[in-house]
């Protein structure tokens, strides 16, 4: 029987492999995943070696499944991530800053049109 994977399942898989750029992981039933180095914990990652190594089991998160190749990302990062924490968080109220404009007045193009004639007037006399 053949396991379906979806994007933000937790899966529990075997190292298989380790390059400079990430960690392959088995996860069975002919899938296999990648954790790229930024994937594998917040913060820098000098020697992606001393994180993993062959044969590890690591519990890891889908973060994507790319639709055509079919190609699995993988996360153990997001796994520290505690998600009850950011349901608690309270909402950030920023401040509503009020500028000043003339919306609220009504000069609109009736009161120029009305002082179009002064002004041409005040223009001829400087010309």
């Not at 180095?37 to 973060?63: H, K, M, P, W």
Request: aromatic share 10%; proline share 2%.
């Amino acid at each position: 029987m053949m396991m379906v994977l979806k994007v933000g399942m937790k899966v529990r898989g075997t190292v298989t492999g380790i390059q400079p750029y990430g960690v392959f992981v088995d996860l069975g039933d002919q899938n296999q995943g990648l954790i790229h180095i930024s994937e594998c914990r917040s913060g820098y990652v000098a020697d992606i070696n001393q994180l993993f190594s062959v044969g590890d089991s690591v519990e890891t998160l889908i973060i994507d499944i790319d639709e055509f190749t079919g190609k699995i990302s993988l996360s153990t990062r997001a796994q520290a991530v505690n998600l009850n924490v950011l349901k608690h968080l309270k909402p950030v109220h920023r401040r509503r800053y009020h500028y000043w404009t003339d919306y609220q007045l009504s000069i609109g193009f009736t009161s120029l049109a009305e002082m179009r004639g002064e002004w041409l007037n005040e223009a001829e006399k400087i010309f």
